[in-house]
T-cell receptor
Framework: ETGVTQTPRHLVMGMTNKKSLKCEQHLGHNAMYWYKQSAKKPLELMFVYSLEERVENNSVPSRFSPECPNSSHLFLHLHTLQPEDSALYLC????????????FGEGSRLTVL | SQQGEEDPQALSIQEGENATMNCSYKTSINNLQWYRQNSGRGLVHLILIRSNEREKHSGRLRVTLDTSKKSSSLLITASRAADTASYFCAGGNNAGNMLTFGGGTRLMVKP
């Protein structure tokens, strides 16, 4: 149990579907992150939320839409994805302001058909 | 931008041997961290070394940091089959909540 829970663990969707990934942290942290991990590529930082405000958006396509309703929950809404978006999506949390240790969830394995 | 690059990309050793992985980074950091990832799972934090530190130990782990060369090394002593995983370095800087990772070193420890 890492304190960061991601659901679902596995997701298969078509290119026209709309789905969401959910992340919840029970650690009292005030910053949350989405990372994308594709095969044979470094982890890519997608979004950072600090105190529920987005502070970093690394030019991620608009078909990925994050939502952070409170400091404990983070969502990644998915819409009209492409097969190359298939990857492991990792959520993490930390204590602001500058990241010390990141606590990761187990990830959501996404397959886009 | 990618803040860490690990070397080698893959390493295979026998149980009981030591494993050394290296990391190079490009810009100024205030800390460097090492993480471990078992296949298909989340990353687990191993150790953090600050920019004003040169060496740090935690159990069988030893990390060094050379800010003049922008490099770090992770040494795992007396390796075990359970150490088989991918190991990533990541640099944190003062620019905000940025922690960017390298491509990782895949370590295999053979029983």
């Amino acid at each position: 149990e890492t304190g960061v829970t991601q659901t679902p663990r596995h997701l298969v969707m078509g290119m026209t579907n709309k789905k969401s990934l959910k992340c919840e942290q029970h650690l009292g942290h005030n910053a949350m992150y989405w990372y994308k991990q594709s095969a044979k590529k470094p982890l890519e930082l997608m979004f950072v939320y600090s105190l529920e405000e987005r502070v970093e958006n690394n030019s991620v396509p608009s078909r990925f839409s994050p939502e952070c309703p409170n400091s404990s929950h983070l969502f990644l809404h998915l819409h009209t994805l492409q097969p190359e978006d298939s990857a492991l999506y990792l959520c993490a949390s930390s204590q602001d302001p500058h990241p010390g240790e990141l606590f990761f969830g187990e990830g959501s394995r996404l397959t886009v058909l | 931008s990618q803040q860490g690059e690990e070397d080698p990309q893959a390493l295979s050793i026998q149980e009981g041997e030591n494993a050394t992985m290296n990391c190079s980074y490009k810009t100024s950091i205030n800390n460097l961290q090492w993480y471990r990832q078992n296949s298909g799972r989340g990353l687990v934090h191993l150790i953090l070394i600050r920019s004003n530190e040169r060496e740090k130990h935690s159990g069988r782990l030893r990390v060094t940091l050379d800010t003049s060369k922008k490099s770090s090394s992770l040494l795992i002593t007396a390796s075990r089959a359970a150490d088989t995983a991918s190991y990533f370095c990541a640099g944190g800087n003062n620019a905000g909540n940025m922690l960017t990772f390298g491509g990782g070193t895949r370590l295999m420890v053979k029983p």
